[in-house]
């Protein structure tokens, strides 16, 4: 019996947190709907990861930029 592969994780970098939080939204609802495989399942959690971790990035520079001015002083914001 031949062994399915697993379909490659993407890591693209997202144009920016808005296309990030729809395909993260897209993918859980994908997983939640019990109809992806489970070797699909493994990728698109990696998948999720990924985007989860982008746009914790980018909350927290903004966050940071409005710390910034909320204290009076504006610094040039440099995205990570």
Do not use: F, H
């Not at 993407?10 to 495989?37: C, F, H, I, R």
């Not at 985007?51 to 204290?71: F, G, H, N, P, T």
Request: hydrophobic share 40%.
């Amino acid at each position: 019996m031949a062994k399915a592969s697993a379909s490659p994780v993407t890591t693209d970098v997202p144009q920016n947190y808005e296309t990030a939080l729809s395909e993260l939204e897209q993918l859980v609802s994908q997983m939640e709907s019990g109809q992806m495989p489970l070797d699909q399942l493994l990728g698109a959690y990696q998948r999720g990861a990924v985007l989860l971790s982008y746009c914790k990035d980018k909350l927290a520079a903004v966050e940071q930029q409005i710390k910034v001015l909320d204290e009076g002083a504006l610094k040039p914001w440099t995205p990570t």
